[in-house]
Nanobody, 125 residues
């Protein structure tokens, strides 16, 4: 049974930092683009950060550029998101996802799956 489990969320003040982790089980995803997504209350899920299968390339959505850093450890089968300079508008449930298309880059939510339950990040002002 393939599962992705995101954890590390919590309550933090604006300007603070959190590090999210996403542990994959049931199979390895070494040959797949992976990403972090988030869903704020009352809004749809959106992509925020993607990383190549080998971890050598990444891209961030404009609202998190310069603040969030995605990384992965393929030996541990784990994805990470370092979030700095957090803002109240970063409040959301954060999910990790695996590309349906292997090493190909897509930033559409529908191109990803194996979401897991997500982890809630709340940033207070």
């Amino acid at each position: 049974d393939v599962q992705l489990q995101a954890f590390g969320g919590g309550l933090v003040q604006a300007g603070g930092s959190l590090r999210l982790s996403c542990a994959a089980s049931g199979r390895t995803f070494n040959g797949y683009v992976m990403g972090w997504f988030r869903q704020a209350p009352g809004k749809g899920r959106e992509w925020i950060s993607l990383i190549s299968s080998d971890g050598s390339r990444s891209t961030n959505e404009d609202s998190v550029k310069g603040r969030f850093t995605i990384s992965r450890d393929n030996v541990k089968n784990t994805l990470y998101l370092q979030m700095n300079s957090l803002k109240p508008e970063d409040t959301a449930v954060y999910y990790c996802g695996v590309s349906r298309h292997g090493r190909s880059w897509f930033n559409r939510v529908d191109d990803y799956y194996y979401w897991g339950q997500g982890t809630l990040v709340t940033v207070s002002s």
